[in-house]
């Protein structure tokens, strides 16, 4: 699994109530344009930190989005953000795509929360499925 | 046991059917989530937080069945290599 690279407005964001990471739809949002490629980098301002600002590619062929919370909890003032992994499906041609960002679906503006990056561009074909392998130990995030 | 790619294919899809059970409800709630806190609604502010409750509750425990079911969805994936073709 690529590096997760959390977005610096998303602290403020989730400082500010813009998130409740344990039941809010989470989502990811593929991309083939580099964050800081971006005419409004989400990179930026806490304010660019939003889907609008994300490049994305069409979703015509591919399955579910929606990422799976398994638990979101704190221990000894711990706080892990634990997801079932997402297997996308696609049943015609999707990508290619090379950002992956998780971003709150049900938040005010989509706000961003991070986004990994592959390395180089991804395609499907028909039938073949891309996974992302979240630690399910020590969750998407933490906090503390 | 028989872990053939044809068995681990048609596993896949199984998972997948009870998947799609599971977001059928999950889904409609979904919205609903969206538009309380987007304040699109008709109730009061006091009772869209109490329904908003009441719903993140339910997307919770639906969220607990559908946990196990992607883990393994994945665990077939990556056995096929990403090649889990066509449902039957």
Do not use: W
């Not at chain 1, 500010?16 to 930026?44: M, R, Y």
């Not at chain 1, 960002?101 to 039938?127: K, Q, R």
């Not at chain 2, 998972?15 to 009061?44: C, Y």
């Amino acid at each position: 699994m690529a590096a997760f690279s959390k977005l610096n407005g998303f602290v403020e964001l989730l400082a500010e109530k813009s998130f409740n990471l344990g039941s809010d739809t989470l989502t990811v949002a593929l991309s083939n344009t580099a964050p800081g490629s971006e005419t409004t980098p989400p990179t930026g301002a806490t304010s660019a930190c939003k889907l609008s600002n994300v490049t994305q590619i069409s979703y015509t062929n591919l399955s579910s989005r929606v990422l799976t919370i398994s638990s979101s909890a704190q221990t000894g003032g711990l706080y892990s953000l634990i997801i079932a992994d997402l297997i996308l499906t696609a049943t015609g041609a999707v990508g290619p795509f090379r950002y992956i960002y998780i971003f709150d679906d049900t938040a005010t503006n989509d706000e961003l929360i991070g986004y990994y990056d592959y390395g180089s561009s991804i395609s499907l074909a028909s039938g073949e499925t891309f996974t992302l392998d979240f630690d399910n130990v020590n969750g998407l995030l933490q906090l503390q | 046991m028989d872990f053939s790619p044809d068995k681990i294919r048609a596993r896949f899809h199984a998972l997948t059917a009870q998947r799609e059970k599971i977001d059928a409800k999950l889904n409609p709630l979904r919205a609903e989530l969206d538009s309380l806190v987007g304040g699109d609604t008709k109730l009061s502010v006091k009772a869209a937080r109490t329904r908003e409750d009441k719903v993140r509750g339910s997307i919770k425990e639906l969220q607990d069945k559908l946990f196990p079911i992607e883990q393994e969805r994945a665990a077939c994936a990556r056995a096929l290599g990403g090649k889990t073709g066509e449902p039957e």
